[in-house]
């Protein structure tokens, strides 16, 4: 192996989704998993695209610590809202039909909200949140997960990670999607890092101590055994204003949560007192709002392209050549990677190596 390799998008998707497949998933559901991976990678997310197909999904399939087939159950429904519960099945499965009954419920209602309870990891939040931009909606999402926030002025893992995503379409090329972790990077990022041998930045994690830490493999086994955490959103402290990642991740907890009666903070993590890697039953939330009840779309389009485009246009710091908005960079990705495929690093080349012969496709021929 040497240095980076490109696979395609078509490829990259199929192989994962015979690999979904092999691991029990039905067919179908197979398909939207892969998809929801690959639409990270294409808009260059790397930690939520193909590097989290084994660690994340298969091997929480195989370890039992995730159904891969998924049999979803509605608890309580109004016109514009429904709880539903993902009986521990596959995440992106649970959210897509989730945000397709906010939609359906916003065409008729205006509005349309859908919390989730006993759900699995979702994937690149923002792809439910553009799913509503499709179709001249907002859309907005977020999700709980296994605790490694700590509380300003705290040490200990409690709050997750825990994501807060809007999606609003544009008369641009590219809908504007804010996708990020109300926590000041996340764990995907790390792992990440850790592929590619590379030092974190000073700030991101807080260990027993209280002391900054920035090796990857000791950040990584620590925020399984709770002697490290990640700093929320602003930093470690008041000073940069980490009290404002810390409120709004704990937002995204109590409508995780408290709306569906589902686990939250330490309730959610999956390795148990003995160290035993059990199931976390993950809650989330969609709400599609309408467009067309409040204003012509295409007005809104306008009016929201008009805004990114003064942003961008706006004076730039020295030294800086360009003002980007949320969802450009993922967008300029696409266009790069388009053509040339999803940049494989040599620690990703081998795990897709043994998933291959661990689940015996060998009919995928990489060049590496």
């Keep these: 192996m040497a240095g980076i390799v490109y696979v395609s998008f078509d490829k990259l998707e199929k192989f994962m989704t015979d690999a979904f497949i092999k691991a029990g998933v039905p067919s179908d559901d197979a398909g939207i998993c892969a998809e929801v991976l690959i639409d990270a990678d294409k808009r260059g997310i790397d930690s939520h695209g193909t590097g989290r197909l084994k660690p994340i999904y298969l091997d929480r399939i195989k370890a039992g610590l995730q159904s891969p087939v998924t049999k ?4 309580k429904e109004t016109p ?49 949140a553009i799913m509503a931009t499709k179709k001249d909606m907002i859309g907005i999402t977020g999700t709980n997960a296994r605790p490694s926030i700590a509380p300003t002025f705290g040490i200990e893992n409690m709050l997750g990670t825990n994501p807060l995503v809007f999606g609003m379409p544009t008369d641009e090329d590219f809908p504007f999607t804010i996708d990020c972790a109300t926590s000041i990077t996340q764990r995907g990022k790390i792992e990440q890092y850790q592929r590619e041998g590379r030092t974190l930045p000073e700030g991101w994690v807080i260990d027993s101590e209280g002391r900054t830490g920035t090796d990857p493999d000791i950040v990584l086994k620590g925020l399984d055994d709770g002697s490290c955490a990640l700093a929320p959103l602003g930093g470690i402290g008041e ?23 589902g686990l939250f903070l330490k309730s959610l993590s999956d390795i148990d007192s003995s160290g035993k890697r059990v199931k976390s039953r993950l809650g989330h939330f969609f709400i599609a709002i309408n467009i067309e009840c409040f204003t012509e779309p295409s007005d809104f389009k306008k009016t929201t392209g008009s805004i990114l485009r003064q942003l961008r246009a706006s004076k730039k710091a020295p030294g800086q050549q360009r003002i980007y908005t949320a969802g450009e960079k993922e ?14 690093n040599e620690a990703l080349q081998k ?18």
């Design 72 to 75: 979803i159950e509605v608890i």
């Design 80 to 128: 514009a809202t429904m709880v539903i519960d993902g009986n521990n099945g596959m995440g992106q499965v649970i959210a897509k039909k989730a945000m397709q009954y906010a939609i359906e419920k916003a065409e008729k209602c205006g509005l349309g909200m859908t919390a989730v309870r006993n759900s699995t990891h979702y994937g690149f939040a923002g792809y439910y």
């Design 239 to 261: 000073e940069l204003a980490g009290y404002k990642g810390y409120g709004y991740a704990t937002v995204v907890e109590i409508l995780s949560s408290a709306l569906q009666g």
């Design 331 to 344: 967008y300029l990705a696409w266009i790069e990677r388009k053509d040339k495929g999803v940049p494989l």
């Design 351 to 368: 795990v897709l190596i043994k998933i291959r012969e661990e689940y015996g496709l060998w009919q995928y021929k990489f060049n590496f």
